[in-house]
C-alpha cells in the first residue's frame, strides 16, 4: 500500500527532529564529561546544571572559551561559507540562509582577531589557503577529479561540517561555557567557573581538580573574571 505523501514529508521532519535532538544531547553529554576531565563522579554533581535549552549558549560559550580551538575551527568555516557564497552569486532570498552564516562566522572571526591581536595571525592565513585551496579544486575540477569531488562535497556538506566541529570542540574544550573566575570567600579563593547561582548559594567547579564545590552566598566576599589565554 503507498504511502501518502504528506505522510512521508512528516516522517523526514520527524527524523530530522529526532537527529537535531540527537545530537544535542550527544553535545551535552561531551561538554559534560569534557569539563570534569572525564571523571563519572565530577560529571554527576554537574549534570543537575545542564538541560537541553542551555545548549545555543553551551556551543557559542565552547567556541569562545578556547581561542586556539575557535582559531582553528573558523579557518576552516569561513572559506567555505566564503566559497559557497562564491558558487551562488549575487545574493538573494534563496541564499539568505548561507549569507547570514557568512556574517556570523565573519563577525567570529574579525572579533578574535581583533581580540587577540598578533597572536592568532594564522587564522587568516590558514583560511585563505584553504579557501584559495578549494575554489582552484572547483574551477579546475576536470584536471583533478579527486580534488573536485572532495571540494564539491566539502562546500556541500556545511551542516554536516559545522556539527563534527561543534562535537570535536565539545570533547576536546575542557574550559566550561562560562568564565573563570576569582571566587574569594571568608575561607580563600576558589579557582573555578561559576555553573549555578540558585538564590543563596553558588556551584562552582574548581579548575584545580575539577570538582564540584557548593559556596553559601554569605561566605563569598567577591568574584573576579580572569580573561582566557589564546
Sequence with gaps: MARHPR??????LFAKGLSATGVAGLFLLLR????TDYDWNAAFSVVSTLGIDDVVPMVIGTLMASPLLAGIALS?????????????????????????????????????????????????????????????????GHKDRRGARFAHWFVGSSALIVTMAALILAATVQ??????????????????????????????LKEDGREIVILDIADVTGRQEIDPEP
Excluded at 505522510?7 to 523526514?12: A, F, G, I
Excluded at 559534560?32 to 569539563?35: H, R
Excluded at 582577531?113 to 592568532?120: A, C, I, M
Design 7 to 12: 505522510e512521508s514529508s512528516n516522517d523526514h
Design 32 to 35: 559534560l564529561f569534557a569539563i
Design 76 to 140: 576552516v568555516l569561513l572559506p567555505e561559507a566564503v566559497v559557497r557564497q562564491i558558487r551562488y552569486g549575487a545574493p538573494s532570498w534563496a541564499t539568505a540562509g548561507n549569507l547570514a552564516w557568512l556574517v556570523t562566522v565573519a563577525l567570529f572571526t574579525a572579533a578574535l582577531l581583533w581580540t587577540y591581536r598578533g597572536q592568532v595571525w594564522w587564522v587568516p592565513v590558514s583560511a585563505c589557503v584553504l579557501g584559495v585551496a578549494l575554489y582552484l579544486s572547483l574551477r579546475v
Design 175 to 204: 574550559v566550561p561555557w562560562v568564565s573563570r573566575e576569582y571566587v574569594h570567600t571568608t575561607n580563600g579563593v576558589i579557582d573555578g567557573y561559576v555553573l549555578e547561582n540558585p538564590p543563596g548559594f553558588l556551584k562552582v
